[in-house]
């Protein structure tokens, strides 16, 4: 089955600092999905982008589906960012999300 | 908000029980799965139902086994409790209009003791 891998696995940030997570992934994708986990567990929808960009607020996602890979940024950190965010992906006829490991972002303040 | 909602919050359970936890979602969410999440890992597939009929599954044995009903809808059932299936288990659906995005319940924490 297709492989997801999210770098890095842990990031620690200063209040107002910006990031960049990778996720990469093993074969073509007709669904990326970036969610944030709270800590009560709610995945929470971030960006479906199986391919190019989008931004929400501070939030930006890239998806180059060529070479299979895709980027978080977030822009001046806030302590609510804290969480995990994961990629996952769907690919061919199958419609389940493969995820990866998940990025543990820690904002301080 | 999703539109997906899951019972019950958390459940604790004893080694050898069976479970059944539920998932309810909006009219048109016609598409539901279920995942498991281990402690520190990311989420992995049980298995999908369309239509009520099971339409994908991963690597879950027979005791792990589902139902969709025609009011969207679904359970979760797991026989033979054992101590590995301690885990947040999460419901997600996908609206009919929305081909492949996926929005997820709130999960349902098993502990099994």
């Known amino acids: 089955g297709i492989q997801v891998e999210q770098s890095p696995p842990d990031l620690i940030l200063q209040e107002g600092a910006n990031s960049t997570l990778r996720c990469n992934f093993s074969d073509s994708v007709n669904n990326l999905q970036w969610f944030h986990q709270n800590p009560w567990g709610q995945l929470i929808n971030l960006f479906y982008?199986?391919?190019g960009t989008k931004q929400n607020g501070r939030l930006s996602a890239t998806t180059v589906a060529t070479e299979r890979y895709s980027l978080l940024y977030i822009s001046s950190s806030q302590t609510t960012d804290s969480g995990v965010y994961f990629c996952a992906v769907a690919s061919g006829s199958a419609r389940q999300l493969t995820f990866g490991s998940g990025t543990q972002l820690t904002v301080l303040p | 908000e999703t539109g997906v909602t899951q019972s019950p919050t958390h459940l604790i359970k004893t080694r050898g029980q069976q479970v059944t936890l539920r998932c309810s979602s909006q009219s048109g969410h016609n598409t539901v799965s279920w995942y498991q999440q281990a402690l520190g890992q990311g989420p992995q597939f049980i298995f999908q139902y369309y239509r009520e009929e099971e339409n994908g599954r991963g690597n879950f044995p027979p005791r792990f086994s589902g139902l969709q009903f025609p009011n969207y809808s679904s359970e979760l059932n797991v026989n033979a409790l054992e101590l590995d299936d301690s885990a947040l288990y999460l419901c997600a659906a996908r609206p009919s209009g929305k081909y492949n995005e996926q929005f997820f319940g709130p999960g349902t924490r098993l502990t099994v003791l």
């Open positions: 982008i199986p391919s």
